[in-house]
């Protein structure tokens, strides 16, 4: 049993910033992947950002590279998502997910949390 519950979205303005976490409970955080995808009305589940919980790699989509961070707190037991310079076309609801043993995609999770929802105002 494994549970993913997010928080720290929010309404802010284009440009500005939000730390999203990621709460897990229920499993040994080893030899899995941490991943954050994002989701707005009428469009598909889209990659946004992931790590590799052993050796810290992450991985970013090209849409956000440079302006947004994943990382982990093994001692919490969750993983954040540092968001900077937000845009309009950043608006989403977020979603937390995790797989273990290979290279996490929006087609092959796990577990996903309930999403919290971001928006970005011009």
């Known amino acids: 049993q494994v549970q993913l519950v997010e928080s720290g979205g929010g309404l802010v303005q284009a440009g500005g910033s939000l730390r999203l976490s990621c709460a897990a409970s229920g499993r040994v955080f080893s030899n899995y992947y941490m991943g954050w995808f994002r989701q707005a009305p009428g469009k598909e589940r889209e990659f946004v950002a992931r790590?590799?919980?052993?050796?810290?790699?992450?991985d970013y989509a090209g849409s956000v590279k440079g302006r947004f961070t994943i990382s982990r707190d093994n001692a919490k037991n969750t993983v954040y998502l540092q968001m900077n310079s937000l845009k309009p076309e950043d608006t989403a609801v977020y979603y937390c997910?995790?797989?273990?043993?290979?290279?996490?995609?929006?087609?092959?999770?796990?577990?996903w949390g309930q999403g919290t929802q971001v928006t970005v105002s011009s």
């Open positions: 790590i590799d919980w052993n050796s810290g790699s992450t």
């Open positions: 997910a995790t797989k273990y043993g290979m290279l996490i995609r929006t087609s092959n999770v796990d577990y």
